[in-house]
Nanobody
Framework: QVQLVESGGGLVQPGGSLRLSCAVS????????MSWYRQAPGKERALVAT????????NYADSVKGRFTISRDNAKNTVYLQMNNLKPEDTAVYYC??????????WGQGTQVTVSS
């Protein structure tokens, strides 16, 4: 059974930083590309960042390029999202899953990120 457990969210002021974690089980993590998504209030879930199975390739949404960094630790079955210079528009619930097209139907509970002064 696939399990995706996100953590690390919180309330932060604009310009602040957070590091999200997603612990994965139930599939062979080390051969799977992984992605972070986010869903803001009243909006559809959107792709934020993707990392290849060995971590050698990453892609980002234009809105987060230069501010967010996706990484992974295959020994720990965990994918991370380092978020710097946070903006109010980054406020959302953040989720991890496999990339679009190979994404699992089930989602974790997500982790809430709120950027506000």
């Amino acid at each position: 059974q696939v399990q995706l457990v996100e953590s690390g969210g919180g309330l932060v002021q604009p310009g602040g930083s957070l590091r999200l974690s997603c612990a994965v089980s139930g599939f062979t993590f080390r051969v799977s590309a992984m992605s972070w998504y986010r869903q803001a209030p009243g909006k559809e879930r959107a792709l934020v960042a993707t990392i290849s199975s060995l971590g050698g390739s990453t892609n980002y949404a234009d809105s987060v390029k230069g501010r967010f960094t996706i990484s992974r630790d295959n020994a720990k079955n965990t994918v991370y999202l380092q978020m710097n210079n946070l903006k109010p528009e980054d406020t959302a619930v953040y989720y991890c899953n496999r990339p679009p097209g190979v994404r699992y139907d089930s989602w974790g509970q997500g982790t809430q990120v709120t950027v506000s002064s």
